[in-house]
RNA sequence: GUGAAUGUAGCUCAGUUGGUUAGAGCGCUAGAUUGUGGUUCUAGAGGUCGCCGGUUCGACCCCGGUCUUUCACC
């Protein structure tokens, strides 16, 4: 992987930048549609390349080693041959869900182990083995085994979590160093910044992180409780330390102001469910601010879904009738929902992309934010 | 025709020896959702308790009448 820093902007902190790896090239900065089993929800990936325009997807670890399981997506030949993909993937170590999805589940120095969420069965992922996990996926950009506290964790507790995050990140680094992709095309390894709320702790834990010269950082461990402008805060003070030639992956976030006001804090990536969880639950994200679909206001309102939207859902389809689609709980709706916003969020970090490079980045964020952020 | 049931929120139903602002689920109307279990939470609106009369300090509840629906029998 290679990443070459093409623009950075005069009033802010807000880069452009190319990421280069085997299965081809992202423009940064970039949001990743979250394809947790290995497929976008409800959307087909002609669609998701072509009219969402996404340039690389996530895959999650825990999710795919629970199902299919790794034999499968080995016979396979990786989960680029698996589900069809050809574009770069990214893969979340499962720590994420670890946490948040099983049961039972046991920290102790050597991993973490648990009992699945769908049949109950135990498990131990250890920095190493998940090394292998997405070695056996094949991920472009696999990501380190960390923990993730709450955002109101005590200092006591995010110390202790981020110190034995740092020790796992030293395994799964040293495993990942010793050992050798799969099918013939490279993958790299990002650590992960953590330390909660605490300026120290992030000081520490992204000197940390920086000191392991990895080709990309990531930024965990926010959006996860704590208030927005806490988040601003750590993401301003971590990309402070973190290198600026390498890109900077912000996970889990967020809404469309939280990824404008980030890409001006100096993050390169970005992921969330938000806008496909949202969008099948009916709640649009567009450039002139949120509508909810279920809403009865819209229920005689023949004109197009999103009039300045680039997804081919937003000039064929009223909101009237997608209104309709979404209160008779008709799956077509979620897979209008998900593709609408979807191709917001790619046409919204694009045009960053594009305002950066013309260096009037941090007008427009300032005329784009309340927009986004209104009710339509 | 006779007998027995039935009628409470838009729907399906609880309800108390007769006691103050009559409840639930679903639906409806809104809000939430940040490294995804195709969701899940939260709040709100909505009822002259079939109708008329009676008993009682007080009736959704007891009594009489009447109408509705259902079942059984002749």
């Known amino acids: 992987m290679k990443f070459e820093l093409q623009h950075t902007d005069t009033n802010s902190n807000a880069r452009a930048g190319k990421i280069t790896t085997d299965h081809g090239e992202i423009q940064t900065p970039i949001f990743m549609p979250v394809g947790t089993v290995g497929s976008v929800k409800g ?42 993909w050809d574009r770069p993937i990214l893969t979340d170590s499962g720590g994420f869900q670890v946490f948040s999805l099983s049961e039972n589940r046991k920290l102790t120095e050597e991993g973490a182990t648990f009992r699945s969420h769908i049949d109950g069965s135990k498990h131990l992922f250890t920095p190493e083995n998940v090394v292998d996990t997405q070695r056996i996926i094949g991920a472009d950009i696999m990501m380190a085994f960390d923990e993730c506290p709450p955002g109101n964790s005590e200092y006591k507790y995010a110390r202790t ?11 799964g680094l040293a495993h990942f ?14 650590p992960i910044v953590q330390g909660a709320s605490f300026r120290e702790l992030r000081t520490q834990s992204a000197e940390y992180i920086a000191s392991k010269g990895r080709e990309g950082n990531a930024i965990g461990g926010l959006a996860v409780g704590e208030p927005t ?12 330390i973190l290198p600026k030639d390498k890109p900077r992956y ?22 969330c469910v938000m806008p496909t969880r949202n969008g099948r639950n009916g709640m649009l994200f567009t450039a002139n601010g949120i509508m909810n679909m279920r809403n009865e206001k819209w229920k005689d309102d023949f004109s197009p879904l999103d009039p300045v939207g680039t ?7 009223s909101k009237a009738y997608v209104r309709h689609l979404f209160v008779a709980g008709e799956m077509l709706a979620a897979q209008i929902g998900s593709m609408h916003n ?14 950066i490079e013309e260096g009037t980045f941090a007008a427009w964020k300032q005329m784009m934010i309340p927009r986004l952020s209104s009710r339509l």
Do not use: C
């Open 43 to 84: 959307v087909h990936f002609r669609d998701v390349k072509e009219d969402i325009k996404a340039q690389i997807i996530l895959g999650n670890t825990y999710h795919l080693y629970l199902r299919p399981g790794l034999d499968i997506i080995k016979s396979a030949g990786g989960l680029h041959k698996f589900n069809g």
């Open 161 to 171: 979590s981020m110190e034995l995050t740092h020790r796992w990140l030293d395994r």
């Open 177 to 190: 160093d010793s050992t050798e992709p799969l099918y013939g095309y490279s993958q790299t390894y990002f």
């Open 229 to 240: 402008e806490v988040m601003y805060e750590m993401v301003e003070l971590v990309n402070s």
């Open 250 to 271: 912000l996970m889990g976030v967020g809404t469309p102001v939280n990824i404008l006001e980030n890409i001006a804090l100096g993050v390169d990536m970005f992921d």
């Open 311 to 317: 997804s081919f859902v937003d000039q064929v389809y």
């Open 342 to 355: 979807l191709a917001f969020y790619l046409w919204l970090v694009g045009e960053a992309r594009r305002k």
